[in-house]
């Protein structure tokens, strides 16, 4: 029996099913790959990545899901359910629990809330291998844009100073159940190695990257001037009458090395 939908939670189940594979074999599961499935829904994805990995974690708000993830389960694989709000769940904890460096995230998440989740992976990129995600078309854009594009901005600079973002295909609203009202897509996060990561103080670089485009039409000298004057921008070799959508994502590390 199909679950219905509750606005609330922001579910639209996957249920197409040349999509759910695409999705599968993008993500290419592996024996005993520990994955945690964000927002399993009605087991779409849950059961092809069981049925591939052997075990699963899924990571479920809805109560009333879980029976039926359960039962659907039965027989296919090892589903553990954690009945938790996943900006709680301490990925990189669960990873130690599970016995290994570091797990492979997959879902389709709730757009209303997609931008926290990304920003709370992010928080544990060490204890992730990768993240395959569905999300909003317009929010994927924004992940992977480049300096100077229109929806280039601080998802776009925060996600790729952790992550290599690769968009992976378009999914379109009859996929879903119910439909939404936009366009879907995929898109693949791989956490930088540890020696590709910035060494600047990430709660700065987060405070100026969020300033810089709290305002998108200020130059940096107006947008920073809470936390860096115009000497002090000139210092990192960047122009303070520069707009933040101008700079690369490294460009905002130099910015967070400078004295305040």
Do not use: W
Not at 127 to 135: S, T
Not at 196 to 209: F, G, L, T
């Amino acid at each position: 029996m199909n679950a219905r939908p509750k606005k609330s939670f922001g579910q639209h189940f996957l249920h197409e099913r040349r999509y759910i594979e695409r999705i599968v074999s993008a993500i290419s599961p592996k024996a005993d790959d520990r994955v945690v499935e964000i927002g399993p829904g009605e087991g779409a994805l849950t059961l092809p990545l069981l049925a591939a990995a052997g075990r699963l974690v899924a990571v479920e708000l809805d109560t009333d899901l879980i029976p039926g993830l359960q039962a659907r389960a039965a027989g296919v694989g090892a589903l553990e359910i954690v009945h938790a709000d996943v900006l709680k769940v301490d990925f990189t904890a669960l990873a130690r629990r599970l016995g290994v460096a570091r797990v492979r995230l997959a879902g389709n998440l709730p757009y209303y809330i997609s931008s926290p989740i990304l920003f709370h992976c992010v928080d544990h990129a060490a204890a992730i291998e990768d993240m395959h995600f569905m999300l909003q078309k317009e929010v994927v854009d924004r992940m992977a844009a480049d300096p100077g594009s229109k929806v280039y901005g601080r998802l776009s600079v925060m996600l790729q100073l952790a992550c290599r973002v690769e968009p992976l295909f378009t999914v379109p609203p009859g996929a879903f159940r119910p439909p939404p009202k936009v366009d879907s897509a995929v898109v693949r996060l791989i956490p930088l190695a540890e020696h590709e990561r910035h060494d600047a103080d990430p709660q700065r670089v987060h405070a100026i990257v969020k300033a810089a485009f709290a305002q998108r039409r200020k130059t940096l000298a107006n947008g920073l001037k809470n936390l860096l004057d115009s000497t002090a921008i000139a210092s990192a070799g960047i122009d303070p009458k520069a707009r933040a959508e101008t700079l690369a994502p490294g460009d905002f590390v130099r910015l967070a090395k400078v004295p305040a």
